[in-house]
């Protein structure tokens, strides 16, 4: 099995309650050969990836159901790294509609004739990555990512039967007032249904791992109920409790009630109290993390369901058929009305329109698309309609990526982690032998067969390898949710610690700091120039400044625009612009279909590197009025006979400045100096600016002159700045810094910054940028603004602390409450209400995150 064709599945696992089963669970399955698994308690769920041929889905289900727990697959396709390719065959499904909709002849100007053939093919669609294979369904109840809460439901049944049966439990055992003759055995009967029927999930989890020869978090708690219960049972049956008239006043501290029990005391309230505590904090602890996983849902759930696919019928006619997204393939053109969301990544057809990238980008400013643009899945068509070419589909798109991107996040381990899975992995053998270690003590004291149960089962029950185990996973599954939700996509949880410790961040200029596309910021003219009258006046006055750099830019844009280069197109998207503003020329169309007073274009030619040259005439004006107008660099219009004298010191001064400049001339003499740059992101500035308040220096690295690097980086207010560095040279620049001793972040969004994302201790890529910068990095902003780098840092530095949090209080809490109830001085009672309370607080804690701003 090649690296492309590895296999790379998704399990649900049923069962797990802590760090000590998720340790099991990852050891059974990296016992088969080939495979790397990673467990995410929250998520119930793990992430494996297999080398080996010869391991199947029915070898991985095993491992679990090995290791005491149940397991369905639920992406059972094989990991493909390459984008889907359009079929070279027709394909099936897509039979035209009986009624041709309004869209298609909305949106198109023109038919674009597609024949598809007729079939019964299909796409198996694997979007949110949880599909469920053949003959692997799960029931609603085991899977916490499913849309109805069975699960949630059947806890909730059982908390409430629970707590309306404890409460007249707790009062008649606590209060002596209340303990009629026979109370015990109304109190037995109430009981009794409580820790078995509300228990059982904890009895059903702790049975399925002792059949495995494992221990679990629902061992302790199981032996722990079962103790009190059998306890209780044998005093009242045999022990002298069940007699008529008998009383207890039992005491929160255990160690207050010794010698004063003639009879044995009863501890059903006990078994009944922490059955209910502990229910209420599974509960509370299941529905935050289907809170947690609230974003990754809502993420998952952005795509389109269906897609009204244009087909052409047999008579050629074009119409629309609403079809299943999984019937659709790349190449497949679809119709997107108002409203509607796009289908799938995609290339505008026809039509134009504004769409709402908010939901993915976290963008609130709609982006205007037409012919050739690309669009994105998911977003929503907010005016005209469109008929969009599908590129990617299914698995390939850009949803389903940033889907896998952190999914993947939350099933990692960041290594803050692993202290807490070697502590865990032997929690519970521990406490077992802890609490048998403490009764054999009491008894052998002295203290008493009670008092001696009552501190063992104590220590069973306060013990929390649950919290321990939620503490990490709980964090990034809320944190990387609601970075996933800001546009800001975190690849791996061991990314976290290297964002606490990067002290550097290089930015790369060109599409980071910059817009990555030049424009024209300013039209030089000689100081005091008369030209004459201003093409078109009929005053001969003659031509201002502004009259002067109108028609420079106009002759320009002219022969510019047979060009085809970035100086030229940044000088014919200006012309167009202040031609749009301004007053309009002569209207109306000559008879061959030429606007009059437009610019005609003749005798067009370009020089490489040099310039082009062409003569310009208006159109209807009359014959012998063309002009030839150079547009290029000094020499190489001085070479032309042009007098450039004028127009040097302006033209040197840009240079200096890091713009790129070119001269326009015609009649032997330049008229204007066009000046190009790529200009800056109106939120660089500002970026830079909350990049230094988290204590990071900023590094300008760029392949342009010093001059160019300078003057950008002054703007944005950076001090250090590495220039004229080639595409392969970028990675020996960040390794050098490091070898400065810094920890160096990266920033950047193309091809040539692929290796360098890589070599940095943190990359991040701009989604705007290329997939393989975004792959090479290990946080992506998906909005392609430089001010989500520090909220991306800000977010995973957050998260990083909560992490650490949670693992304080959880190691904290064991550390000091076994002991107490190892001395006895914990009440069975306030130990499961403890025990609980640690979980819910974990998680609670980490469900702040939902607020990072």
Not at 78 to 100: C, I, T
Not at 130 to 146: I, K, N, Q, Y
Not at 493 to 515: A, F, H, S, W
């Amino acid at each position: 099995m090649s690296t492309d064709e590895r296999l790379v599945v998704d399990l649900a696992v049923e069962g797990m309650t802590c760090a000590s089963c998720v340790a099991r669970v990852e050891k059974r399955l990296q016992r088969l050969p080939g495979v790397t698994a990673s467990v995410n308690l929250p998520l119930e769920s793990a992430h494996v990836i297999g080398t080996d041929p010869s391991v199947t889905h029915d070898d991985l289900v095993a491992a679990v159901r090995a290791a005491g727990y149940d397991a369905r697959v639920t992406s059972p396709l094989p990991h493909v790294s390459a984008p889907a390719k359009p079929a070279a065959h027709a394909h099936a499904g897509h039979a035209p509609a009986d009624v041709p909709t309004g869209a298609v002849a909305e949106a198109r100007g023109a038919e674009h004739g597609v024949e598809h053939a007729m079939g019964d093919g299909g796409l198996e669609h694997a979007l949110s990555g949880h599909s469920m294979a053949p003959g692997h369904e799960m029931d609603p109840d085991e899977d916490t990512s499913a849309p109805t809460d069975a699960r949630g439901a059947d806890l909730r049944r059982r908390l409430v039967v629970a707590a309306i049966l404890t409460v007249p439990v707790l009062l008649l055992s606590m209060i002596p007032a209340l303990q009629f003759r026979g109370w015990q055995w109304v109190v037995g009967v109430l009981a009794l249904p409580v820790a078995t029927w509300a228990a059982w999930p904890f009895h059903r989890a702790a049975a399925r791992a002792a059949r495995h020869g494992a221990s679990t978090m629902d061992t302790l708690v199981s032996i722990g109920i079962i103790a009190a219960t059998s306890w209780s049972l044998w005093a009242l049956l045999l022990g002298g409790a069940g007699e008529l008239g008998m009383t207890m006043t039992p005491t929160l501290w255990p160690r207050a009630a010794e010698g004063h029990m003639a009879v044995p005391e009863l501890y059903f309230e006990v078994a009944a109290v922490v059955t209910t505590f502990l229910l209420a904090g599974r509960y509370a602890e299941h529905r935050s993390r289907r809170r947690a996983g609230d974003a990754l849902r809502a993420l998952l759930d952005l795509g389109a369901k269906e897609v009204a696919l244009v087909v052409t019928g047999p008579d050629g006619r074009r119409t629309e058929q609403n079809v299943p997204i999984d019937r659709l393939h790349v190449g497949d053109e679809f119709a997107v009305r108002p409203g509607e969301k796009v289908a799938t990544d995609g290339v505008v057809v026809s039509g134009s329109s504004a769409l709402d990238t908010s939901l993915l980008t976290g963008e609130p400013v709609p982006v205007e698309v037409g012919p050739g643009d690309e669009v994105t899945g998911a977003t929503v068509n907010s005016s005209g309609a469109l008929v969009v070419r599908a590129t990617r589909v299914g698995a390939d798109t850009r949803l389903a990526q940033i889907g896998r991107l952190v999914a993947q996040a939350q099933t990692g381990k960041a290594p803050v982690q692993r202290l807490a899975d070697r502590i865990s992995a032997v929690f519970v053998p521990v406490v077992l032998v802890l609490a048998l270690g403490t009764l054999v003590v009491w008894l052998a004291t002295g203290g008493g067969a009670q008092a001696a149960f009552t501190a063992a089962v104590a220590v069973l029950i306060i013990a929390c390898p649950c919290a321990l185990g939620l503490a990490t996973p709980t964090a990034l599954l809320v944190g990387t949710g609601r970075g996933a939700q800001l546009g800001i996509l975190i690849k791996g949880p061991e990314i976290l610690e290297r964002t606490r410790r990067v002290d550097t961040v290089v930015l790369d200029k060109t599409g980071t700091i910059t817009q990555g596309r030049m424009a024209l910021t300013d039209v030089l003219v000689p100081a005091s120039t008369e030209v004459g009258t201003a093409e078109g006046s009929t005053t001969g006055a003659a031509t201002t400044a502004d009259d002067q750099q109108r028609e420079a830019l106009r002759f320009a844009a002219a022969v510019e625009r047979q060009a085809e280069h970035p100086i030229g197109a940044a000088v014919v998207a200006a012309w167009d612009e202040l031609a749009a503003a301004g007053p309009r020329g002569a209207a109306g169309v000559g008879e061959d279909g030429v606007q009059i007073g437009s610019d005609e274009v003749y005798d067009f030619s370009a020089v490489a590197g040099r310039g082009v040259v062409g003569v310009v005439r208006t159109a209807h004006s009359g014959l012998g009025l063309g002009r030839r107008v150079l547009v290029g660099r000094p020499t190489w219009l001085a070479e032309q006979g042009v007098d450039t004298a004028a127009l040097t010191t302006g033209f040197e001064a840009a240079e200096r400045d890091g713009a790129t400049a070119v001269m326009v001339a015609w009649d032997g003499r330049a008229r204007a100096t066009l000046v190009v740059r790529d200009p800056l992101k109106d939120t660089s500035r500002e970026a830079v600016d909350d990049l230094r308040a988290l204590g990071l220096r900023p590094v300008l690295l760029t392949g342009d002159n010093p001059g160019a690097a300078h003057a950008v980086a002054r703007e944005v207010g950076i001090d250090e700045v590495i220039a004229q560095v080639l595409p392969e040279d970028k990675v020996e620049a960040v390794r050098r810094l490091q070898s400065e001793g810094r920890q160096v972040a990266m920033v950047g969004d193309g091809v040539n910054d692929a290796a360098a994302l890589a070599t940095a201790d943190l990359g991040l890529a701009m989604g705007t940028g290329t997939d393989v910068a975004i792959e090479a990095a290990d946080l992506t902003l998906v909005r392609g603004d430089l001010r989500s780098a520090a909220q991306a840092i800000r977010l995973s530095r957050r998260t990083l602390r909560v992490i650490q949090q949670n693992l304080f209080w959880a190691f904290a809490y064991n550390v000091a409450a076994i002991p107490l109830a190892a001395l006895g001085l914990l009440n069975p009672m306030i130990a499961g209400a403890a025990m609980a309370f640690s979980s819910v607080l974990v998680v609670t804690n980490s469900l702040r995150l939902r607020a990072f701003r």
